[in-house]
C-alpha cells in the first residue's frame, strides 16, 4: 500500500511561483511513474505532467515551459515547479502513482492541493 500526500498549494499572484510536493510512504516509490493532475471548478480533470523512475517527463501543452516535474526517490517525494502562474492555472493539483507510462490506470492517488493564482 502507497499513500500520497501532497502540500505546498496556497494563493500566489499571477506571474508568481509556487512548488508543490508529493510525499509516498512505502519502498516502492521508485518503481512508479508519478503524475500531476489538475481539476478547476467545473471542469474535467486533465494531466499536468509525469516523470518516470529514470527522469523522463511529460507535460502538457498548456504548462510546457513553465512547470517542472522532478523526483527525489530517496526523499520518496515529486515535485512540480510552477512559474509564471496564470489564473488559470488555478485548481486542485492532485499526485497519482501509475505502474506504466501509458496508462489510464493510477494506482494511487493523493487528496490534492489547491492553487490558487490571483489577477
Known amino acids: 500500500q502507497v499513500q500520497l500526500v501532497e502540500s505546498g498549494g496556497g494563493l500566489v499572484q499571477a506571474g508568481g511561483s509556487l512548488r508543490i510536493s508529493c510525499t509516498a510512504s512505502?519502498?516502492?516509490?521508485?518503481?512508479?511513474?508519478m503524475n500531476w493532475f489538475r481539476q478547476a471548478p467545473g471542469k474535467e480533470r486533465e494531466i499536468v505532467a509525469k516523470?518516470?523512475?529514470?527522469?523522463?517527463?511529460y507535460y502538457a501543452d498548456s504548462v510546457k515551459g513553465r512547470f517542472t516535474i522532478s523526483r527525489d526517490n530517496a526523499k520518496n517525494t515529486v515535485y512540480l515547479q510552477m512559474n509564471s502562474l496564470k489564473p488559470e492555472d488555478t485548481a486542485v493539483y492532485t499526485c497519482?502513482?501509475?505502474?506504466?507510462?501509458?496508462?489510464?490506470?493510477?494506482?494511487?492517488w493523493g487528496q490534492g492541493t489547491q492553487v490558487t493564482v490571483s489577477s
Open positions: 512505502g519502498r516502492t516509490f521508485n518503481t512508479y511513474v
Open positions: 497519482a502513482a501509475a505502474l506504466r507510462w501509458a496508462t489510464m490506470a493510477y494506482d494511487y
Open positions: 516523470i518516470s523512475w529514470s527522469g523522463s517527463t
